[in-house]
């Protein structure tokens, strides 16, 4: 289970992104994952970052941070950035 609340957030700051993380979404809450590798057989442009998982939004024009405790099947989401602020890599402090 993950909480859709930075999903809302980032929706409601850039319109286009409501259909790609419902998608998003959708798939996640159905996937039982073990491991990375597991992720890549559905995202497979999905990186392991540190503690983190980045996913590519919208055919990359956004990057969605998460963390995932596989034991636990549990995603959570830290953000929801614009390819510029990934860039800026503030995000990376999150997922050291």
């Given at each position: 289970m993950i909480s859709r609340k930075r999903l809302k957030e980032a929706a409601e700051k850039h319109s286009e992104l409501a259909e790609p993380l419902d998608d998003?979404?959708?798939?996640?809450?159905?996937?039982?994952?073990?491991?990375i590798v597991d992720v890549r057989r559905?995202?497979?442009?999905?990186?392991?970052?540190g503690d983190c998982t980045v996913f590519n939004i919208k055919g990359n024009s956004f990057r969605l941070i998460a963390r995932i405790r596989?034991?636990?099947?549990?995603?959570?989401?830290?953000?929801?950035?614009?390819?510029?602020?990934?860039?800026?890599?503030?995000?990376?402090?999150?997922?050291?």
């Amino acid at each position: 289970m993950i909480s859709r609340k930075r999903l809302k957030e980032a929706a409601e700051k850039h319109s286009e992104l409501a259909e790609p993380l419902d998608d998003w979404f959708r798939l996640v809450k159905r996937a039982a994952w073990e491991s990375i590798v597991d992720v890549r057989r559905i995202f497979p442009h999905a990186d392991a970052a540190g503690d983190c998982t980045v996913f590519n939004i919208k055919g990359n024009s956004f990057r969605l941070i998460a963390r995932i405790r596989y034991q636990l099947r549990r995603v959570y989401i830290l953000s929801v950035l614009t390819h510029a602020g990934y860039d800026k890599g503030d995000w990376k402090n999150d997922c050291l």
